[in-house]
């Protein structure tokens, strides 16, 4: 057998990306895919690894290259098949209609009723505590105005240097978030680090942790002119990169944690806009669900009663089978090691690339549950027509085609 070793990559499974290129963002500090940090896990497993990718999808064979699994991808691939909790990293995005229904014009007087209204938000009208990037600690609501007039003063002085624009936003919001039953305290330590990390010396920034919801999460509110005068533009791998971060600075705490893509996870669907998970939340009915229900009911009409293929649909399953092969491939490499926790692994591994054959999207969801409720009132249907005629058999003249619910043939279709 060979003693040549190449290192098997998992870009496939948990990079969005499609290389190890570095993702520079100055405003934003200089993330990098292609680095380990100082714990040697850095990205964790978020590096260039294509001369492994060859043994991706095949079992190991005698007498070629030996793929090896590092140290910290084992770890990693040990958290995602045991289902560690997942962080959430989102930025807040600024509304685009007022409550009237009416375009919101971007300028400072709109900017300022927009951070004024943020910050009286998350500190809960001055409830809960702010930490600055300087390490004060800010509480009661003349501090929150206070802090809101530096910010603005400062805006003021970015705009006169040529640095801003009355376009320009103030600040940048993200949330970062783990499940309920996650220690808060932890969480605020693990953004308070991630938020030195990234964005200190850089912008100013302020935080806040609230624990009213379900799960603890933290209000890290930058502001978007950095001190060098350079713009926070956080872009995809940015954000990956922070949950990467995150995760990284709570399992240094302590707490089980992952960053891995939905894809990595089997998960197809994306998950809920912020602004609709709170309506569905409170109980409301969502427009947004009867617009999806109406476009799938019409595509399925217009295609003879069966859901059309959208250019999306054969990217999921070609990136579901990339996952599920790389998966593969690691289990074989971890079945050949005389390490029993490693060959332990590989069957855990195993089992969890098999559960991975679920690839149903969300309007495939619908047109299912749409198809269930045709069944269920075609069936009803038909029962209350028996129960209905035996009822009608003594009336002269009393025929089945008579009966509404089996010449309303347009009930299933609008349901």
Excluded at 121 to 139: A, P
Aim: aromatic share 4%; charged share 30%.
């Amino acid at each position: 057998m060979s003693d040549l070793k190449t290192e098997l990559g998992f870009q496939d499974c948990w990079s969005d990306l499609s290389n190890g290129r570095s993702v520079r963002s100055p405003a934003s500090g200089c993330f990098s895919t292609g680095t380990k940090d100082a714990s040697g896990q850095g990205g964790d497993g978020m590096r260039d690894s294509s001369a492994a990718s060859s043994a991706q999808g095949r079992t190991v064979q005698v007498g070629s290259a030996v793929p090896s699994i590092s140290a910290a991808d084992k770890a990693r691939l040990a958290r995602v098949v045991r289902g560690a909790p997942e962080v959430m990293v989102k930025v807040s995005k600024p509304a685009k209609m007022d409550k009237h229904g009416n375009p919101v014009q971007v300028n400072r007087q709109t900017e300022g009723v927009r951070v004024s209204a943020h910050l009286e938000y998350i500190s809960r009208n001055g409830k809960i505590e702010l930490e600055t990037s300087q390490g004060d600690r800010l509480s009661g609501k003349s501090a929150t105005t206070a802090l809101f007039a530096e910010w603005m003063q400062n805006h003021d002085e970015d705009r006169a240097n040529g640095l801003a624009t009355d376009r320009t936003r103030i600040t940048t919001s993200i949330v970062l978030s783990m499940p309920g039953n996650t220690n808060a305290s932890a969480v605020k330590d693990a953004v308070r680090a991630l938020a030195e990390q990234e964005f200190g010396g850089r912008h100013d920034y302020v935080m806040a942790l609230h624990t009213d919801t379900k799960h603890p999460h933290v209000h890290l509110t930058v502001r978007t002119v950095g001190h060098d005068g350079v713009k926070l533009n956080l872009r995809k791998a940015d954000l990956q990169q922070l949950r990467d971060t995150f995760a990284a600075k709570l399992r240094q705490r302590g707490i089980e944690a992952e960053s891995t893509p939905r894809s990595a996870r089997g998960v197809t669907r994306r998950g809920e806009r912020t602004p609709v998970y709170k309506i569905r939340q409170r109980g409301e009915v969502v427009t947004v669900d009867k617009a999806k229900r109406r476009e799938v009911r019409r595509d399925v009409a217009d295609h003879g009663g069966r859901i059309p293929d959208q250019s999306w649909d054969g990217a999921i399953v070609a990136r579901r089978n990339r996952v599920m092969n790389t998966y593969t491939a690691a289990a074989a490499v971890l079945a050949q090691s005389s390490d029993p926790e490693d060959r332990a692994l590989a069957k855990d591994v195993e089992r969890f690339s098999r559960s991975l054959t679920d690839v149903m999207t969300e309007r495939a969801e619908l047109a299912r549950d749409m198809a269930s409720v045709r069944s269920a009132s075609r069936s009803d249907s038909s029962e209350r027509g028996a129960m209905d005629l035996s009822r009608f058999s003594a009336a002269p003249g009393a025929r089945l085609g008579h009966f509404p619910f089996e010449s309303d043939g347009a009930f299933p279709a609008q349901c």
